[in-house]
Nanobody
Framework: QVQLVESGGGSVQAGGSLRLSCVVS????????MGWFRQAPGKDREKVAT????????YYVDSVKGRFTISQDGAKNTLYLLMNSLKPEDTAMYYC?????????????????WGQGTQVTVSS
């Protein structure tokens, strides 16, 4: 069974940094799409960043461009999200997700596998 476990969340002041990690187990695919999503209370779930493991091609939502960096370590089966210059509006529960075999990070891709989430709180 596929399992994704996030870690690295916490409470920081505006301008601070955090690095989120997502360890993936049970996946036998060589190339697939992985992503980070977030959801704040009363808000819709938002796609933050994605990366295709086949070539490292990445995508970022406009609000985090230049501040967040998504990366993956195939040997460690781990996905990362480095978040710099954090803002109060970044406060949310962050989830990692994985697509299926051969799935490119297309805008309409539906992610089937999700982690339980890790909380990020940014105070002003």
């Amino acid at each position: 069974q596929v399992q994704l476990v996030e870690s690295g969340g916490g409470s920081v002041q505006a301008g601070g940094s955090l690095r989120l990690s997502c360890v993936v187990s049970g996946y036998t695919y060589r190339s697939y799409c992985m992503g980070w999503f977030r959801q704040a209370p009363g808000k819709d779930r938002e796609k933050v960043a994605t990366i295709y493991t086949g070539d490292g091609y990445s995508y970022y939502v406009d609000s985090v461009k230049g501040r967040f960096t998504i990366s993956q370590d195939g040997a460690k089966n781990t996905l990362y999200l480095l978040m710099n210059s954090l803002k109060p509006e970044d406060t949310a529960m962050y989830y990692c997700a994985a697509g299926g075999s051969g799935a490119y990070c297309a805008p309409g891709l539906v992610f089937r596998n999700w982690g339980q989430g890790t909380q990020v709180t940014v105070s002003s």
